[in-house]
C-alpha cells in the first residue's frame, strides 16, 4: 500500500500564501449577496437563522438592525475556497440566530452591505412570521419523512455554501483517535467542530449531513458525506467511508468524490464530499454512523544534516486509523395502512407519470406501445410500471423499464416503461385506465396519480395471433404445456457433475494458481538480483592480501623501532610484493625485482634499492648496523601508497 | 527385470479398470435407472418419471441431459418453477445446446415469462470449462516456471537457452491473456441467481422482516438475481430491475446450495 503523502515545513508555508492569494483573487470576479432566513415561519422561542453569503468578495463585518420581539443571538462567520472545474470562488457566510419572543410578522429591514473593495451590497428585506407554540397554536407535529427544513435548527445544505455541519441531534463529529480528546467545541456555520487541546481544530473528521432523521422503510434519504482534512495533515486517502452497521443500505459510492478547500475556524482543510442516499429496510430507532480508513501526517521527520530541507522536507510519519463520523439517530417508520392503494408498489417520494400510446390506429392482434414516464425523487428501485385495470379487451405483456437518475445519489431522475399490449377486438377501444402510486412523506399520505390513455382504432377482424418480439405473455394464462414444441427427452445421462459449484469458487483454484505464479515471480527476482550482482571470484583473495599487507605493515614498523633491520626487510619486501601482486593479480611469492623489472622497468629502478637490500640483509645476516630503518620504512611506506601505481 | 515389468503390467491394467469403472459410471451409454424414467415420462406419468429423474441426480449427480429431462417432466407435471429452475440448470451445464434454450422459451413463453436466450457472448463466456481453463493455466505458468529455472541454472546448451526465451517471450503476453480472460468470465458468471418455486407467483417484500410490506409479486419460475441476504429473505434484483425482498422458502438457487439455501430440488 502506497501512501504518497504532502509536504510539511515549506508546504505549510505555501498554503498560507495560497490561502492569502486566494483572498485576493475573489475580488477580481463580481461580488454578490445570497441572502435565506430560515426558517421563514417559526414558533417562539426558536432559533432563526439569518444567513447572508457574499460570493467572491470579501467583509463581513456588518449587523442586522434590532427588531422588536427578536433577540439577538450568536453570530457565526465562516469563509470557504473553492476549487472546481479549474475556477476558484470563495464566499463568506455570516449567520445570526435570532430568538422570537413574542408572536407576530416580523420584518427585518434591508440594510447595505460595505464591502473591502468599495462595492456596495444591498441586503432585501426580510420577513418573519411567529406563532405562539406549544403555550399558544400548536406546535408542528414531528412528521417523519419532510424535508429538512422542517426542522428549523439545521439549515438546508448548500455545497456552495459555508461549512455546513452535522445536523444537531447528537454530538460533535469525533477528533481524531489518538489526538487530544477535544478540549473545547468551537464553532463553524453554527454548528461543533471538534478541537485539539491546543484549541485549534481536528487534523481529520468526518461529518454526514442526511436530508432528514426521520423516513419510513424503503424510503431513500440523501445524503452528504464529508471528509475533512487540515492542510497541515493532509496525507493522501485509498479507502470510502463506509456505513457503520447493518441497519441502512446505501448506494454505491462509485461517482468520484467532489473536492475542494475552504477555511474553517480559520484552518485550511481539504474536503472530499459525496452525494448519497440511505435506506433502511425495517421501522425503529437505528444509529447511523460512517468511518472512513484515514491517512494524515502525524509529524514530520527532520532531514538532519540536508541543507536543502526547505526544498526536500523530511519523511512524513502518517497516523492510519479509521475515523468515525458524527453519529445520528435515524427514525424509521412503518408506513401507515390507512389508505394504501391496493397497487402501491413501495415507491415513496414525489413523483409525476404520464403516459403516451404508440400507434393510435392498429389491427386486432396488433401491439400498441404504453410508453409511460415517472419522474421525480424518491426510492426509484421501487417505482414500478403504473397498473393498468383489468380490461378484457385488452390483453398485456411484461413492461421493461430504464432508469435514468439526474443526481449522484440517484434519488431524482426518471423512469420509462414499455407496455406492449393488444386489442382483442375491433372498434374504437379505450384503453386501460390506468393509475400510478406513491407514499409522500410530507404529506404522510398515499397519492394516486391518474394517467389518462387514449382510445385506439382497431381495425380488422380477430384472428390468431403470436406474441410480439420481445414480450410474452402475461401470467393470467395457463401454464399448462402445450402438446406439441417440446422436445423430446435426453436417452443418455452424459457426464455428470456431483457439484454444480463452479470450482472457481473453491480456494484450490486460486491457491494452485498463485501458488505457481508466486513462484514465478521469486524466480523472476532471483534472476534480476542475480545479473545485478555480479559474481567477483578474486574477492576473498584479495582480502586475504589486504589483510596480509596490513600486517607486514605493522610487522615492519615494528622490526624499525626495535632495530631489527632482519625482520624489517623481510616484511618491507613482502609488503611491497603484495602490493604489485594485487594490482597484476599475480602470486606475491613470484615477484621478483627481475619479473618486475619485465612488466615495469621504471618501477623496479625504484625498488631496486629496497630489494638489493633486504637480499644483503637476509643473505648475509648481517643486522645492519648504521642502517636509519626509520627512513627506510617512510620510504616503504610512501611506495605503498595507492599513489605509486605499477604500470 | 521380469518383476518389474509385471508390476508395471499390473500398474497399467489397474489403470485402465479404473478409468473404465469410472467412464462406466459417468457416462452410461444405455442404464435401466434412466430408461424407468423416460418410460414413466411417455406413458404420461410425468410425477413419477420427476421423481425418477430426481433419484438419478442425487445418486450420480447433476448433467445437463439429465436436468433437461426431469425440466421436461416438470413442465409436463405442470411444475413451472421447478421446470424453468431444472433448464436453468441444464442450460448452466450447456450452454450452447439449442435443445435445452428451445425448451427453456417455450416453457417461459407458456409461463407468461419473457425470453431471455443467451446472447453469442454470454453463451460464450458461460461455456468456459473451467477445469480445462485451470489445467490451461497451470500449463503456461509451468511452462514459464520451467524456463525460469532453466534460465536459472545456465544450462551450457545455446538451444535450450532459446527455448528457454522463446517460451518467456511468448507464454508472458499468453498468461497475461489467460489472466484477463479468466477475470472476466468470473466476473461474469459469478453472479447468484435463483429461479422462483413459489406456487402461482413469490411476493415481493419492502423489507426482510414478518409481516413486511408486500410491494408485489414475481410470478413462479422467473429468473432473478439475489443481491443479498438477511435472516431468512433475499434480496434479489428482477429481471425488470425491481428490488425487494422475498422469502428464502420462494428462492431455489440455480447452482444448487450456493447460498445454503434448502437442498436442490
Same mark, same amino acid.
Given at each position: 500500500m502506497?501512501?504518497?503523502?504532502r509536504?510539511?515545513g515549506?508546504g505549510?508555508?505555501l498554503?498560507?500564501?495560497?490561502l492569502s492569494?486566494?483572498?485576493?483573487l475573489?475580488?477580481?470576479?463580481?461580488?454578490?449577496?445570497?441572502?435565506?432566513?430560515?426558517?421563514?415561519?417559526?414558533?417562539?422561542g426558536?432559533?432563526?437563522?439569518?444567513?447572508?453569503?457574499?460570493q467572491?468578495?470579501s467583509?463581513?463585518n456588518f449587523?442586522?438592525?434590532p427588531?422588536?420581539?427578536?433577540?439577538?443571538?450568536q453570530?457565526?462567520?465562516?469563509?470557504s475556497?473553492?476549487?472546481?472545474?479549474?475556477?476558484?470562488?470563495s464566499?463568506a457566510?455570516?449567520?445570526?440566530?435570532?430568538i422570537?419572543?413574542r408572536?407576530?410578522?416580523?420584518?427585518?429591514?434591508?440594510?447595505?452591505?460595505h464591502?473591502?473593495?468599495?462595492?456596495?451590497?444591498?441586503?432585501?428585506?426580510?420577513?418573519?412570521?411567529?406563532?405562539?407554540g406549544a403555550?399558544?397554536?400548536?406546535?408542528?407535529p414531528?412528521?417523519?419523512g419532510?424535508?429538512p427544513?422542517?426542522?428549523?435548527s439545521?439549515p438546508?445544505?448548500?455545497?456552495?455554501?459555508?461549512?455546513?455541519?452535522?445536523p444537531?441531534?447528537?454530538?460533535?463529529?469525533?477528533p481524531?483517535p489518538?489526538?487530544?480528546?477535544?478540549s473545547a467545541?468551537?464553532t463553524?456555520?453554527?454548528n461543533?467542530?471538534?478541537?485539539?487541546?491546543?484549541?485549534r481544530?481536528?487534523k481529520?473528521f468526518?461529518?454526514i449531513t442526511?436530508?432528514t432523521?426521520?423516513?419510513y422503510?424503503g424510503?431513500?434519504?440523501?445524503m452528504?458525506?464529508e471528509w475533512?482534512i487540515r492542510?497541515?495533515a493532509d496525507a493522501?486517502?485509498?479507502s470510502?467511508?463506509?456505513i457503520k452497521g447493518?441497519d441502512?443500505?446505501?448506494?454505491n459510492?462509485?461517482?468520484?468524490?467532489?473536492?475542494d478547500?475552504?477555511?474553517?475556524?480559520?484552518?485550511?482543510?481539504?474536503?472530499?464530499?459525496?452525494s448519497?442516499a440511505?435506506?433502511?429496510?425495517?421501522?425503529g430507532?437505528?444509529?447511523?454512523q460512517?468511518e472512513?480508513d484515514?491517512y494524515?501526517?502525524?509529524s514530520?521527520?527532520?532531514a538532519?544534516l540536508?541543507?536543502?530541507v526547505?526544498?526536500?522536507p523530511g519523511?512524513?510519519?502518517?497516523a492510519?486509523e479509521?475515523?468515525?463520523s458524527?453519529?445520528?439517530?435515524i427514525?424509521?417508520?412503518d408506513l401507515p395502512?390507512e389508505?394504501?392503494p391496493?397497487?402501491?408498489?413501495g415507491?415513496?417520494?414525489?413523483f409525476?407519470?404520464?403516459?403516451?400510446?404508440q400507434?393510435?390506429?392498429?389491427?386486432?392482434?396488433?401491439?400498441?406501445?404504453?410508453h409511460?414516464?415517472v419522474?421525480?425523487?424518491?426510492?426509484?428501485?421501487?417505482?414500478?410500471c403504473p397498473?393498468?385495470?383489468?380490461?378484457?379487451?385488452?390483453?398485456t405483456?411484461v413492461?421493461?423499464?430504464k432508469?435514468?437518475?439526474?443526481?449522484e445519489s440517484?434519488?431524482?431522475?426518471?423512469?420509462?416503461f414499455?407496455m406492449?399490449v393488444?386489442?382483442?377486438?375491433?372498434?374504437t377501444?379505450?384503453?386501460p385506465q390506468?393509475?400510478?402510486?406513491?407514499?409522500?412523506p410530507?404529506t404522510?399520505?398515499y397519492?394516486?396519480v391518474?394517467?389518462t390513455?387514449?382510445?385506439i382504432?382497431?381495425?380488422?377482424?380477430?384472428?390468431?395471433?403470436?406474441?410480439p418480439?420481445?414480450?410474452v405473455?402475461?401470467s393470467?394464462?395457463g401454464t399448462a404445456?402445450?402438446e406439441a414444441?417440446?422436445?423430446p427427452n435426453?436417452?443418455t445421462?452424459?457426464?455428470?457433475?456431483?457439484?454444480?459449484?463452479?470450482?472457481?469458487r473453491?480456494?484450490?483454484?486460486?491457491?494452485?494458481?498463485?501458488?505457481?505464479f508466486a513462484?514465478?515471480?521469486?524466480?523472476?527476482v532471483?534472476?534480476?538480483?542475480?545479473?545485478r550482482?555480479?559474481?567477483?571470484?578474486?574477492r576473498?583473495?584479495r582480502?586475504?592480501?589486504?589483510h596480509?599487507?596490513a600486517?607486514?605493515?605493522?610487522?615492519?614498523?615494528?622490526?624499525a623501532r626495535?632495530?631489527?633491520?632482519?625482520a624489517?626487510?623481510v616484511a618491507?619486501?613482502?609488503?611491497?610484493?603484495?602490493h604489485l601482486?594485487?594490482r597484476?593479480?599475480?602470486?606475491?611469492?613470484?615477484l621478483?625485482?627481475?619479473?618486475i623489472?619485465?612488466?615495469?622497468?621504471?618501477?623496479?629502478?625504484?625498488?631496486?634499492?629496497l630489494?638489493?637490500?633486504?637480499?644483503?640483509?637476509?643473505?648475509?645476516?648481517?643486522?645492519?648496523?648504521g642502517?636509519?630503518?626509520a627512513?627506510?620504512?617512510?620510504?616503504?611506506?610512501?611506495l605503498?601508497?595507492?599513489?605509486?601505481?605499477p604500470a | 527385470?521380469?518383476?518389474?515389468f509385471?508390476?508395471?503390467?499390473?500398474?497399467?491394467t489397474?489403470?485402465?479398470a479404473l478409468?473404465a469403472?469410472?467412464?462406466?459410471?459417468t457416462?452410461?451409454?444405455?442404464?435401466s435407472?434412466?430408461d424407468a424414467?423416460?418410460?414413466?415420462?411417455?406413458y404420461?406419468?410425468?410425477d413419477?418419471?420427476?421423481?425418477?429423474?430426481?433419484?438419478?441426480?442425487?445418486a450420480?449427480?447433476y448433467? !445437463?441431459?439429465?436436468?433437461? &429431462? =426431469?425440466a421436461? @417432466?416438470?413442465?409436463? *407435471?405442470?411444475?413451472?418453477g421447478?421446470a424453468?429452475l431444472n433448464?436453468e440448470?441444464?442450460r448452466?451445464?450447456a450452454?450452447?445446446? !439449442?435443445?435445452?434454450?428451445? &425448451? =427453456?422459451?417455450? @416453457?417461459?413463453?407458456? *409461463?407468461?415469462?419473457?425470453?431471455?436466450?443467451?446472447?453469442?457472448?454470454?453463451a460464450?463466456?458461460?461455456s468456459?470449462?473451467?477445469?480445462?481453463?485451470l489445467?490451461?493455466?497451470?500449463?503456461?505458468?509451468?511452462l514459464l516456471?520451467f524456463a525460469?529455472?532453466?534460465?536459472?541454472m545456465?544450462?551450457?546448451s545455446?538451444?535450450?537457452?532459446t527455448?528457454f526465451?522463446?517460451i518467456?517471450f511468448i507464454g508472458?503476453p499468453?498468461l497475461?491473456?489467460?489472466a484477463?480472460?479468466?477475470?472476466?468470465?468470473?466476473?461474469?458468471?459469478n453472479r447468484?441467481e435463483g429461479?422462483i418455486?413459489a406456487?402461482?407467483?413469490?411476493?415481493?417484500?419492502?423489507?426482510?422482516?414478518?409481516?413486511?410490506?408486500?410491494?408485489?409479486t414475481?410470478?413462479?419460475?422467473e429468473?432473478?438475481?439475489v443481491?443479498?441476504?438477511?435472516?431468512?429473505?433475499?434480496?434479489?434484483?428482477?429481471?425488470?430491475?425491481?428490488?425487494?425482498w422475498i422469502?428464502?422458502?420462494?428462492?431455489e438457487?440455480?447452482?444448487?446450495?450456493?447460498?445454503?439455501?434448502?437442498p436442490?430440488n
Open positions: 502506497r501512501i504518497l503523502s509536504a510539511h515549506l505549510s508555508a498554503c498560507a500564501v495560497a492569494a486566494l483572498a485576493v475573489p475580488c477580481l470576479a463580481v461580488p454578490t449577496l445570497s441572502q435565506q432566513i430560515n426558517p421563514p415561519e417559526a414558533t417562539i426558536d432559533d432563526v437563522q439569518v444567513t447572508f453569503v457574499i467572491n468578495g467583509g463581513t449587523n442586522l438592525q427588531v422588536d420581539g427578536l433577540q439577538n443571538g453570530v457565526s462567520t465562516s469563509t475556497f473553492s476549487f472546481q472545474n479549474g475556477s476558484i470562488s464566499s457566510a455570516k449567520t445570526f440566530h435570532l422570537p419572543t408572536a407576530g410578522d416580523f420584518t427585518i429591514p434591508a440594510f447595505e452591505i464591502l473591502q473593495d468599495g462595492t456596495v451590497l444591498h441586503a432585501q428585506a426580510m420577513k418573519l412570521h411567529v406563532v405562539a403555550n399558544g397554536a400548536p406546535a408542528a414531528q412528521a417523519p419532510p424535508p427544513t422542517a426542522n428549523p439545521v438546508a445544505f448548500n455545497p456552495n455554501g459555508p461549512v455546513v455541519m452535522p444537531a441531534n447528537n454530538a460533535p463529529p469525533q481524531v489518538g489526538n487530544p480528546a477535544p467545541a468551537a463553524a456555520g453554527g461543533a467542530v471538534p478541537t485539539e487541546s491546543d484549541g481544530p481536528a481529520v468526518l461529518v442526511p436530508q432523521t426521520d423516513a422503510v424510503q431513500s434519504i440523501p452528504k458525506i475533512f492542510l497541515d493522501q486517502q485509498d470510502l467511508p463506509t447493518s441502512f443500505l446505501m448506494n459510492l462509485s461517482v468520484r468524490f467532489h473536492e478547500t475552504l477555511a474553517v475556524m480559520d484552518e485550511g482543510y481539504r474536503r472530499e464530499s459525496w448519497t440511505i435506506s433502511a429496510p425495517k421501522p430507532d437505528f444509529p447511523l460512517m472512513r484515514s494524515w501526517i502525524k514530520i521527520n527532520p538532519r540536508n541543507p536543502f526547505n526544498f526536500f519523511r512524513p510519519n502518517l492510519h479509521p475515523i468515525a458524527n453519529q445520528l439517530t427514525h424509521v417508520h395502512d389508505g394504501r391496493a397497487n402501491f408498489t415507491a415513496i417520494g414525489q409525476t407519470a404520464t403516459a403516451t400510446a400507434p393510435d390506429t392498429v389491427a386486432v392482434g396488433e401491439p400498441v406501445t404504453l409511460f414516464t419522474t421525480g425523487q424518491g426510492n426509484f428501485d421501487y417505482v414500478r397498473a393498468l385495470t383489468a380490461d378484457p379487451a385488452w390483453k405483456y413492461p421493461s423499464s432508469f435514468t437518475p439526474q443526481n440517484h434519488t431524482q431522475g426518471i423512469k420509462d414499455e406492449a393488444i386489442p382483442q377486438k375491433n372498434g377501444v379505450p384503453l390506468s393509475s400510478f402510486n406513491y407514499f409522500d410530507a404522510k399520505q397519492m394516486t391518474p394517467i390513455l387514449p382510445s382504432t382497431v381495425t380488422g377482424a380477430m384472428a390468431a395471433r403470436t406474441p418480439p420481445g414480450v405473455t402475461d393470467t394464462e404445456p402445450a414444441g417440446f422436445l435426453r436417452i445421462s452424459g457426464w455428470t457433475k456431483t457439484s454444480l459449484i463452479p470450482i472457481y473453491q480456494a484450490w483454484f486460486w491457491i494452485v494458481q498463485g501458488g505457481l513462484a514465478l515471480v521469486v524466480g523472476l532471483f534472476l534480476i538480483l542475480r545479473s550482482t555480479k559474481r567477483d571470484d578474486g576473498e583473495e582480502l586475504r592480501r589486504q596480509s599487507m600486517l607486514e605493515t605493522d610487522a615492519m614498523g615494528t622490526a626495535n632495530g631489527d633491520a632482519l624489517f626487510f618491507a619486501r613482502h609488503a611491497i610484493q603484495l601482486s594485487t597484476w593479480r599475480v602470486n606475491p611469492e613470484s621478483t625485482l627481475t619479473e623489472r619485465q612488466r615495469d622497468p621504471q618501477l623496479a629502478e625504484t625498488l631496486e634499492p630489494f638489493v637490500q633486504a637480499d644483503e640483509i637476509i643473505y648475509s645476516g648481517g643486522t645492519g648496523r642502517l636509519d630503518l627512513q627506510w620504512e617512510r620510504h616503504v611506506r610512501d605503498l601508497q595507492p599513489q605509486t601505481q | 527385470m521380469t518383476f518389474q509385471s508390476r508395471a503390467g499390473r500398474f497399467v489397474l489403470l485402465f478409468g469403472s469410472i467412464l462406466s459410471l457416462a452410461d451409454t444405455s442404464d435407472e434412466l424414467a423416460n418410460r414413466a415420462f411417455a404420461g406419468s410425468y413419477e418419471a420427476a421423481g425418477l429423474f430426481q433419484k438419478i441426480i442425487a450420480r449427480g448433467s !445437463a441431459a439429465l436436468c433437461f &429431462n =426431469l421436461n @417432466a416438470e413442465t409436463k *407435471a405442470n411444475h413451472p421447478l424453468m433448464y440448470r441444464a448452466y451445464l450452454p450452447n445446446d !439449442a435443445d435445452i434454450n428451445h &425448451n =427453456l422459451q417455450l @416453457a417461459r413463453q407458456q *409461463a407468461g415469462l419473457e425470453p431471455n436466450s443467451y446472447r453469442w457472448w454470454e460464450l463466456m458461460l468456459i470449462n473451467w477445469t480445462v481453463w489445467a490451461l493455466m497451470v500449463l503456461c505458468l509451468s516456471l525460469v529455472v532453466g534460465t536459472a545456465k544450462l551450457p545455446p538451444a535450450l537457452r527455448t526465451r522463446l518467456f508472458t499468453l497475461l491473456m489467460f484477463f480472460v479468466e477475470l472476466a468470465c468470473i466476473g461474469f458468471n447468484v429461479v418455486i406456487p402461482k407467483a413469490a411476493n415481493l417484500l419492502l423489507s426482510p422482516i414478518d409481516g413486511a410490506e408486500k410491494i408485489g414475481i410470478p413462479e419460475g429468473l432473478v438475481t443481491e443479498g441476504r438477511h435472516d431468512k429473505y433475499f434480496r434479489i434484483e428482477a429481471r425488470d430491475h425491481h428490488f425487494g422469502q428464502q422458502q420462494d428462492l438457487p440455480v447452482i444448487a446450495d450456493s447460498f445454503d439455501a434448502k436442490a
